[in-house]
């Protein structure tokens, strides 16, 4: 997969040394802490059923309980020792000025202890559940709120979403809804903060939201839907707290649903207590297969602010009347299904968020960067966690959940040179799984892989046999891995902490033995090519300031978002896009509205295609092509909405502006204020790397 990709340019390497990826912080922060031991605690083994029971707020924060000595023989071995390194850190701009509205500057800004890895539970964080397919009217406000992402961290402040002030977390509420079932949900900012608790850089973007009254704009997405623009989460459909939104913003929308609140649950505020100016009311109508797509804020030039903050959830869509009925033979049951929001972060000693506000380039762009890339893994919520497993077969449903880190994801059992400290790469042998679903529902076959590459906004099904792992006895933990540099993929590399994700302990229990996976699980259409209405050429630029050499801007097509629309597809039509990255970074693109169908890469000489010595299309030149056409890769072989472009590469899907079942959508896609598409990197999408996206009628 990397052997096409070409090298990140020494001025990007430059950049790198000055850019908030911060390695520093991951070899300072080691050299100068203190010994610590760190001890496991125990859990129950089923996710979705803890997501079911009341807790009160205490119990929200990750908890040490006591063990037991039937536990304790479990994880006699997980201790970590602390961490050691003898490089010097580097300094750079925003590794010395950047400052925290909540804490002191880097300079005393790392953590009073080393932060253990493996102590806290998965389960330590609660993720409510909503019914999605009840018919009833959900109510969601984004609020402010602590939690606690560590055991040695104090309570950090986000941004999240939740029924409630009580109830809400990051990640927000899991919204489950049923296939053919309107699910409706009231989105309501509940933010009292007058100004971020991060930096805003408005030099971005044009008309990207600066309240005259202050206050924190949102709007939500669901990301994979198929929606209404009007329900889309369009960017400039923002509202605050205090009354004020952007354009696009519904008026009709947020009062049309008002009377359907009312049967909502009793966790829902009052009608009185709902201002329809600061809430957005979206209808999703579920015609798509089953499948998990996520929600989170898409506010134009805040979307990498919010999302850092801690705006996010998970949206499943179940199909137990159709596709899945067949499928509960093999497939896990609830209490063995797991979703995982894969992220990373950045964290000052008294627990609050690291995002710097010093630029790689002040003077173009004071406060931004081109990547948030944080030192520390977080996965639903909680810094390296640990999960129990039973000898069984488990199904994971994956979120890469990062601003900016792709996450090249492995199995592998940790053996006896690996303990105490889990240090990659592991000695231990890799365990393979089965992949049987990605961004728009199951593949057609399950691949048999080892690895996964995880870019940020795309979605992973898999099952993971720990029967299997543990028989014999030869592996009772399994530690989740990654290789992937940051940014990818000529960032730098991962070190002992941004290589390690989670670890599951493997329990010493009667191993289940699943049935086999079914050598077919869904029909997928084949691609008919000779039905292609029109081709797209698109390219992603990159912008860099000639003075600093440093990156201002990545755009699509060397356009800005607020530029008038180009890509106006007709209803009903399929289209061939061919991505060229002539960038030096992966971007993750993102289509609004429809799934899409990977058909190839082909990498190409980036230099002669600038210097237009060669051409892609055309024969009256020589071909820019270095490399014969490489079909689609075994994880992509499914529907998918993002899918990472390589630099130096040519990426070509397949789009149908129709539903996913081949028929029409069950609403009008082309009124309303639009779709977008962009790279999924947050921290581009914010700089203009988004474009409109306009359907037409034929």
């Known amino acids: 997969m990397l052997a096409s990709r070409i090298p990140r340019p020494s001025r990007w390497r430059a950049a790198m040394t000055n850019r908030t990826t911060l390695s520093f912080w991951s070899v300072a922060v080691v050299a100068i802490l203190l010994s610590a031991t760190c001890t496991s605690t125990a859990d129950s083994h089923s996710f979705f059923a803890s997501q079911l029971t009341p807790r009160s707020p205490s119990a929200r924060s990750p908890s040490r309980r006591s063990l037991s000595a039937r536990a304790l023989a479990t994880v006699e071995m997980d201790t970590v020792a602390p961490l050691e390194s003898t490089r010097k850190p580097r300094r750079s701009l925003a590794t010395v000025e950047v400052e925290s509205t909540a804490g002191p500057g880097c300079v005393n800004a790392f953590p009073a202890k080393p932060l253990c890895k493996f102590v806290d539970s998965l389960l330590s964080r609660a993720i409510p559940v909503l019914d999605g397919g009840s018919g009833k009217a959900l109510y969601i406000g984004v609020y402010q709120t602590y939690q606690r992402f560590h055991r040695d961290l104090p309570a950090t402040k986000v941004y999240a979403y939740g029924t409630s002030h009580k109830t809400a977390s990051y990640p927000g509420p899991t919204i489950v809804a049923k296939k053919g079932v309107t699910t409706r949900v009231t989105w309501c900012n509940r933010l009292q903060d007058r100004q971020h608790m991060f930096t805003q850089d408005y030099t ?56 359907s609140r009312s049967a909502a649950s009793s966790s829902s505020p009052s009608s009185s207590s709902t201002s329809s100016s600061s809430c957005n009311a979206y209808v999703y109508l579920n015609f798509q297969p089953a499948s ?39 497939l896990p049951p609830w ?94 042998s890799t365990v393979n799984f089965a992949l049987i679903g990605s961004d728009g529902g199951y593949l057609q076959r399950p691949v048999s892989l080892s690895s996964l590459l995880l870019a940020p906004g795309e979605r992973y099904d898999i099952l993971v046999d720990f029967a299997a792992a543990r028989q014999g006895g030869a592996c009772r933990d399994v530690i989740v891995t990654n290789d992937a540099p940051a940014p990818f993929p000529g960032g730098e590399a991962v070190d002992k902490n941004t290589g390690v994700v989670m670890r599951f302990v493997i329990l010493n229990r009667t191993p289940f033995t ?90 190409f000489d980036v230099k002669s295609h600038r210097n237009n010595e060669c051409s892609l299309t055309s024969r009256s030149k020589p071909s820019c092509y270095t490399a014969p056409e490489v079909k689609a890769f075994k994880n992509e072989i499914g529907w998918k909405d993002t899918v990472p472009a390589f630099p130096g590469e040519v990426l070509t899907f397949w789009v149908g502006w129709y539903g996913q079942d081949g028929k029409p959508f069950e609403f009008d896609p082309t009124s309303g204020p639009g779709y977008a598409w962009h790279c999924h990197i947050l921290d581009h999408e914010d700089n203009d790397m988004m474009r409109p996206l306009k359907l037409r009628k034929k």
Not at 321 to 326: A, F, H, I, K, L
Not at 546 to 566: A, E, H, I, N, Q
């Open 204 to 259: 971005l973007m044009a008309h990207m939201p600066k309240p005259k009254k202050g206050g924190i704009p949102t709007v939500p997405h669901r990301h994979g839907g198929e929606t209404a623009s009007a329900y889309d989460g369009h960017p400039l459909a923002w509202v605050t707290q205090f009354g004020e939104h952007g354009p696009t913003f519904s008026s009709s929308s947020s009062h049309s649903h008002n009377s």
């Open 292 to 330: 998990l797509s996520w929600y989170h804020d898409h506010t134009l030039g805040w979307t990498r602010l919010n999302t850092v903050a801690g705006m996010a959830g998970f949206y499943i869509t179940t199909d137990s009347n159709g596709d899945e009925r067949g499928m509960k033979g093999w």
């Open 335 to 428: 209490k063995r299904t797991v979703p995982l929001a894969i992220a990373d972060r950045l964290f000052f000693k008294n627990g609050s968020i690291n995002y710097p506000n010093v630029g790689v380039d002040p003077k173009v762009h004071p406060n931004w960067i081109p990547e948030y890339v944080g030192n520390t893994i977080v996965v639903n919520g909680v810094v390296w966690p640990y999960l129990r497993v039973r000898p069984a077969v488990y199904r994971f449903l994956l979120l890469g959940a990062s601003n900016a880190r792709f996450f090249n994801l492995r199995f592998q059992c940790a053996s006896r040179e690996d303990y105490p400290n889990f240090v990659p790469p592991l000695h231990g």
């Open 514 to 603: 699943a049935p086999a996976i079914p050598k077919r699980i869904v029909p997928i259409p084949s691609i008919d090519f000779s039905k292609i209405h029109r081709v797209r050429w698109k390219k992603l630029v990159e912008e860099v300031d000639p003075k600093s050499g440093m990156p201002v801007r990545v755009t699509l097509d060397g356009l800005r978002y607020m530029d008038p629309p180009t890509e106006i597809p007709i209803q009903g039509s399929n289209e061939l896009w061919h991505i060229i990255n002539l960038s030096a970074d992966a971007h993750p693109i993102h289509l609004h509205l429809v799934q899409f169908r990977v058909v190839s890469r082909r990498a």
